[in-house]
């Protein structure tokens, strides 16, 4: 027999309050709303991205990896403001009382992601839903006042970095939906790296430092690197070289077995949530040197050029296409 | 031919971003966070309360009013709190591209209801879902430090105070359903005025600064009168005269069509977004008369008493039994 929670208050003392006991301005998740205080000097950061069964990660995926996920997308938001993670609201649209192994591993995902970004759980809602389960997630970070990095503010002339490697998660999710998806030639360990990619985004906050110093204007790149880097540049263009293009081995692996799906997952596939960021050329090589000392990689892709558009260029000087250009969230369509 | 919104762009940007336009912290909802000041001497209050089709509201119910509702209810929180709003977050789950007379009239209802309450859209996500439409909202507010008033703070001896009208809303919930409930007897402008209260729940932001001057603590009724009031009584009692908890005129019509809805409502019913508070003894009298200068009717219901249950009583002194004790929202049961 399953066991399943037995009510909403068992549900929010047993599992929910246990991350919300370090910060005091939770009040155990028994008040109606959670006191922030912000430090003088700073500002607040708000973001607000919610993650839904069967739109953003699979029914079926660990509770952990779906709690992991659910605070990350929000967290990497942060990360390309600038912003220091403070607290965050979490609202969960439930079909049916969870199970109790459920949301005991849900709850562990959500406590090992707070420590690993180091924000706590200030408060939120529970609900019965008639659809899918849904985690809605406000995450609460501050920045130093006047520091926030902007995404319209990048200019001509300004080096465009981007962090990591791109392109994994896209392969990451073909692969969670059929571990056999690009066949026997793909070595089992990449397959295994690139679900985890798509599974367990890693924010990258500790670049905030860097970017606060040295960048112009940052971004996260969830919907796509194109799409993104397409906001971005906003008025600008820029000519990238895709072989310089950050790859994963794993990615380098499937470019081998499937050219097409490989430059589709790094020029337009969702859900890697690295970091674009746009750098005065006077700061170039100390944003980079400074990222460096993170333990984040980030490469130089180009400089923004304005009154140009966004070319890829391939291996013989020919404009690279990518099928698709990014996720529209209206049309659902990857 | 039903006209749709094409694109999440044309969404955002034609409907969306002319509600955030005043906060400029929202970045015409083109970044992906919002920036918020919180001004010197003051601290921020959080709440998240989303609202679900066909669980909090009608599919069918007018856009303005899911809209208003949406917002309603987290500014009934922040009211509670002693806070003044400042901005919210918004998440839309769609389950397809909103037909373009529905949006238009879904930002009108918020853009009445940010005036009403005094508050700006600072940011937000929109999605597809396979589910039903959802709209997550959380609502951002200030104190000044020291001033917020929290929930389980009630002592022994303090006077319980109720806002407005108890009821309403269940009873304009039953009738939203079936606008023929309750028979002929009841009087159409009754019907007219307890389904508004359903579909328009009014924040009691007025009675801010009287629940900061004088309230020991405060919540929001939004799972049922004697729910709300066990949370306020903490360990302590209390004994509620029936007959002198405030109901409106259009209640006390459905009380002589049928007796049993109309204490069910009163005493178990959810959705009025009413105020429960308790303030000290010595500033019962000012805090009474404070209130009635908001133009907000606040009711002094009964004294707090050290361990003992809370007991209704009826006109002939006996206990008034109310069928259901409130809404859990794991069960979903009303």
Redesign the interface.
């Known amino acids: 027999v399953t066991k399943r929670?037995e009510?909403?208050?068992d549900?929010i003392e047993t599992y929910l309050v246990p991350l919300a006991k370090a910060f005091s301005?939770a009040?155990d998740l028994?008040?109606?709303?959670?006191?922030?205080?912000?430090p003088?000097g700073h500002?607040?950061?708000?973001?607000?991205?919610?993650v839904?069964s069967?739109?953003h990660f699979f029914a079926d995926d660990r509770p952990e990896d779906i709690a992991w996920k659910a605070l990350a997308v929000n967290m990497s938001?942060?990360a390309?403001?600038g912003?220091k993670p403070l607290a965050y609201?979490?609202?969960l649209?439930?079909p049916e009382?969870p199970e109790v192994d459920w949301i005991k591993s849900f709850a562990a995902g959500l406590e090992e992601a707070q420590q690993a970004f180091g924000c706590h759980l200030?408060?939120?809602?529970?609900?019965?839903?008639?659809?899918?389960l849904?985690i809605?997630i406000?995450a609460?970070g501050i920045?130093k006042?006047g520091t926030?990095v902007?995404?319209?503010s990048a200019e001509a002339g300004d080096h465009v970095f981007v962090t990591g490697t791109l392109g994994d998660a896209a392969l990451g999710l073909a692969l969670r939906r059929d571990r056999s998806h690009f066949g026997p030639r793909l070595a089992d360990d990449a397959r295994d790296f690139l679900i985890r990619r798509y599974l367990r985004p890693e924010p990258r906050l500790a670049l905030r430092h860097s970017l606060q110093r040295y960048a112009s204007a940052a971004?996260?790149i969830s919907d796509g690197f194109l799409k993104d880097l397409r906001r971005l540049a906003g008025t600008n263009g820029i000519e990238v070289v895709f072989a310089e293009l950050p790859a994963s081995n794993a990615a380098q692996n499937v470019m081998d077995v499937n050219q097409a799906a490989a430059i589709d997952a790094i020029l337009g596939g969702g859900g890697d949530y690295e970091l674009l960021a746009a750098v005065p050329e006077r700061s170039a090589e100390a944003f980079a040197s400074d990222a460096a000392r993170t333990g984040i990689e980030v490469k130089d892709i180009g400089v923004l050029r304005p009154h140009t558009g966004i070319m890829v260029v391939g291996d013989t000087g020919t404009a690279v296409e990518a099928k698709r250009s990014g996720y529209?969230?209206?049309?659902?369509q990857r």
Chains 1, 2 share one sequence.
Do not use: I, N, Y
Not at 30 to 38: E, F, G, K, W, Y
Not at 43 to 50: E, R
Not at 328 to 332: A, F, P, Q, V
């Open positions: 929670v009510s909403e208050g549900l301005g009040f028994q008040d109606d709303a959670a006191l922030l205080t912000v003088a500002d607040l950061v708000v973001t607000s991205d919610p839904v069967g739109v938001d942060l390309a403001k912003a609201m979490l609202t649209a439930l009382a200030a408060g939120g809602d529970t609900d019965r839903t008639p659809g899918p849904a809605g406000t609460m920045v006042t926030f902007k995404r319209r971004l996260d529209d969230h209206l049309e659902g």
